[in-house]
């Protein structure tokens, strides 16, 4: 019930290893991003829990019942684009993960309407949260390592002393702005911490310095959601203390050789010897061992040479690891109990033993069976492969050969034609502990040449039947030779066109995750397509936009034969078409079907994922009341105009603008008319400005001009008396007639200022000197020398 993923990079952008996105082996996520199914209807008839107590001491099989929750709580964590929120009442706390557009912060005071869930523990799916006031946080814990890693603190808030020994922004791909990552020991043991800041300059002085952090404390897991660490979860750089700042600049250190870098070395191990029992179903001597019971797996490194018996219950003592982000027991001793309790190896697909973490129950470490067609197979030093396809995908069972000290030689290899279908037993090995990732690659590890059974045998005509027909028909031998060799040619490079279309699929998955240009994806989805059906055209229509890809010039019917295959969207009308282009004396077959429905699905999700993408970017920008830029974004453009201005020696004016009496608009008629008032004003200001200038909401009932191309202070005098030309007439609507007025500041670059912050600050105090002077002039009776009228209705 822990919190989002967390990822560092092996390397980031483009060598992933194995998988989508490149990734350490360590993880974090929520548990509770598993997201469950719709509540039934008896959990939802029934009077929701208000108790953060109740919902803190709840089991997991209560929650798989779903039941309603509507309480009060602090909130301690909040990060908005992940949905992830930890909150607080007393000494419970809980995850919810979060679906809102609430501004909330810690301290602010919510309540939670949503669903209770199981996972690693209950936590709460909500949609339905108010904030209803803003208060202290809960006093936080001071615990040891031993209590986190025990979970005994999850998801409360805790003040812990800590040892930084990296720090790193790291990219998070919900959120355009990166993260800072901590890597520490904290009580002598490894933890790691987000913290929510994009301030590289804050990393240099972290190195090796002694830290107090504040924060939610949660898990790490691997791909099997098994605990594998501690994470913390940090609000703000105000929430981190520099304590003891290093006593040297790590970078000024002497330059070490490689090759003695082991002189640097030095580690105090204080984990607790723990003991395991299940069932062995794999053991190499002098390497490792796999427990099983029941669900759970454990891959056990050990030194020991005792002779074990596979199916044996035995038991298992050594020190909890993690070991490429897998949990693992190192350091062990068996102790086997001769009694027989062997498992039988369930039979699964390749996409059954592919998935993990929030999409699947993973089996890593589990003994299973799979069946596959041999495609090759390799003996070599210390191992002998088989190369098997399943279900269109390629992996490997593999026989590790037993360390012998004697004069005893390797067993040969256990001979199988090629193109036989065999089931293999053996222990899934995933390539990456990444639960994230989707289909991850996996290899199956057998314990020995009885795991391999042949299912079927390879077609008859094959080179061996080949070469036995030489001796009767010499012709015949050359006849059908030419036709196996056709065959087997066939068959691989139908592998190798497999083996192609999946890393082509997964660049382009790649691509999209990384927001790259969407008619570049979609070029490539053509060309993967074309790849996958010989080099047939094709080509991608989007709906109301450009035609991309490989389209012939003239699509002559009686030479050419076009399939169009529509790219369905997630809700409403088509997205577009992909089409092929084929010789008109061929047939349709299931191969362009199938082609077709893939690239149309890469599509759908190019397409959704790129319009998402743009309407985030432009939500993060863009003030949703009154479709004007938002602060961030009229700080950002007024940065640029003033990085210009230097470069070209220009000017140019900045207009500070506040609604005069706004609060009483929103006393007087609510807030649904104030909204409505801003509305209006935003338009009427919009219409007076030229194209070249900026309007921004700054908050509340203050705006901001940006006016360029300006030669001197008239020309935005000129256009600040046209913005207040806004309020001459009255603001008419649905019940209410107002009679507005606002308060103007200018000030110009770099006559006035010449940075960001001076010139808002210049604009600002000139706007409250004309406030103050027009309400100075009301109180002597006298008109104002602004048309700054105190808003006011009629009925």
Request: glycine share 6%; hydrophobic share 40%; charged share 25%.
């Amino acid at each position: 019930m822990f919190t989002r993923m967390t990822t560092r990079r092996r390397a980031w952008k483009e060598h992933d290893g194995k998988v989508k996105f490149a990734l350490t082996s360590r993880f974090v996520f929520p548990v509770a991003i598993v997201l469950a199914a719709v509540p039934t209807a008896a959990a939802t008839s029934a009077a929701p829990l208000t108790s953060l107590r109740a919902l803190a001491s709840m089991t997991n099989a209560e929650a798989s019942q779903h039941p309603s929750v509507a309480f009060e709580a602090t909130v301690t964590y909040f990060r908005s684009y992940d949905k992830d929120m930890f909150v607080q009442d007393g000494a419970d706390a809980v995850y919810v993960h979060a679906t809102t557009s609430a501004d909330l912060i810690p301290g602010d005071r919510v309540l939670v309407r949503g669903t209770m869930h199981e996972s690693f523990r209950p936590y709460v799916n909500s949609a339905d949260i108010t904030k209803i006031g803003h208060g202290q946080l809960p006093k936080a814990e001071q615990p040891t390592f031993e209590q986190m890693i025990r979970a005994e603190t999850d998801c409360k808030l805790v003040t812990v002393r800590a040892l930084v020994r990296s720090a790193d922004l790291v990219p998070d791909r919900h959120s355009p702005t990166p993260a800072t990552y901590l890597r520490m020991t904290v009580d002598g043991g490894q933890a790691d911490a987000n913290l929510d800041s994009d301030d590289e300059s804050i990393l240099k002085g972290l190195l090796d310095s002694e830290v107090q952090i504040t924060g939610a404390v949660s898990g790490e897991f691997d791909n099997k959601m098994q605990q594998t660490g501690i994470l913390f979860h940090i609000q703000s750089m105000a929430d981190l203390k520099i304590l003891k700042r290093a006593s040297s600049d790590p970078w000024l250190m002497p330059i070490t050789p490689m090759d003695r870098i082991i002189t640097g070395y030095k580690s105090v191990d204080d984990s607790q010897r723990l003991r395991v029992e299940g069932t062995i179903t794999y053991y190499q001597p002098g390497v490792a061992l796999v427990l099983q019971d029941g669900s759970k797996s454990l891959w056990i490194a050990t030194d020991t040479y005792s002779p074990l018996r596979i199916g044996d219950r035995a038991s298992a003592i050594g020190f909890p690891a993690v070991e490429n982000g897998f949990l693992t027991l190192t350091h062990s001793e068996v102790r086997d109990t001769s009694v027989q309790a062997p498992l039988t190896p369930p039979l699964f697909k390749w996409r059954d033993l592919a998935l993990g973490g929030n999409q699947g129950k993973s089996h890593v470490f589990d003994l299973v069976s799979l069946e596959g067609q041999v495609v090759t197979e390799v003996r070599q030093a210390t191992q002998d492969e088989y190369v098997l396809e399943s279900d269109g995908h390629l992996f490997s069972a593999i026989l590790r050969h037993s360390l012998s000290f004697g004069p005893d030689p390797v067993p040969p290899m256990l001979e199988i034609p090629v193109g036989s279908r065999i089931r293999v037993a053996g222990i899934c090995m995933l390539a990456d502990a990444n639960p994230f990732n989707g289909e991850v690659p996996f290899n199956i590890l057998m314990r020995d040449a009885g795991d391999i059974a042949v299912v079927a045998q390879p077609p008859w005509l094959s080179v061996r039947h080949l070469v036995m027909i030489v001796g009767i028909l010499l012709a015949m031998v050359i006849a059908l030779g030419m036709r196996g060799w056709y065959t087997e040619r066939r068959n691989r490079q139908r592998i190798g066109s497999l083996a192609y279309v999946e890393r082509r699929r997964s660049k382009i998955l790649e691509d999209i995750n990384h927001s790259k240009p969407l008619a570049e994806i979609l070029e490539r989805i053509t060309e993967l397509v074309s790849a996958r059906l010989n080099g047939a055209p094709c080509w991608c229509q989007v709906a109301d936009g450009a035609a991309l890809g490989n389209r012939p010039t003239h699509l002559d019917p009686s030479s050419l034969r076009t399939v169009e295959y529509p790219i369905p969207a997630r809700s409403g009308s088509p997205l577009g078409s992909i089409f092929a282009a084929f010789d008109a004396r061929t047939e349709p077959d299931a191969l362009e079907n199938a082609a077709l429905a893939m690239a149309a699905e890469l599509s759908t999700l190019a397409i959704e994922t790129s319009r998402l993408y743009s309407d985030l970017v432009h939500r993060s920008e863009f003030d949703l009341l009154t479709d004007v830029q938002n602060r961030f974004a009229m700080e950002k453009t007024l940065s640029a105009m003033i990085q210009t201005a230097r470069e070209t020696a220009g000017i140019f004016g900045l207009i500070y603008i506040d609604l005069n009496e706004f609060k009483q608009v929103n006393d007087l008629h609510g807030h649904l008319v104030g909204d409505r008032y801003l509305q209006e004003v935003s338009r009427r200001m919009k219409r007076q400005l030229r194209p070249c200038d900026v309007l921004a909401r700054l908050g509340g009932d203050e705006f901001a001009v940006l006016v360029s191309e300006v030669r001197n202070r008239t020309e935005v005098e000129e256009i600040t008396a046209r913005l207040k030309s806004c309020f001459h007439e009255p603001f008419a609507g649905d019940g209410y007639y107002l009679h507005g007025s606002a308060s103007f500041g200018i000030s110009l670059y770099p006559e006035d200022a010449d940075s960001a912050d001076s010139l808002l600050r210049s604009a600002d105090a000139a706007m409250y000197e004309a406030k103050y002077t027009r309400l100075s002039n009301s109180r002597l009776g006298e008109d104002p020398t602004e048309p700054e009228l105190a808003p006011k209705a009629h009925s």
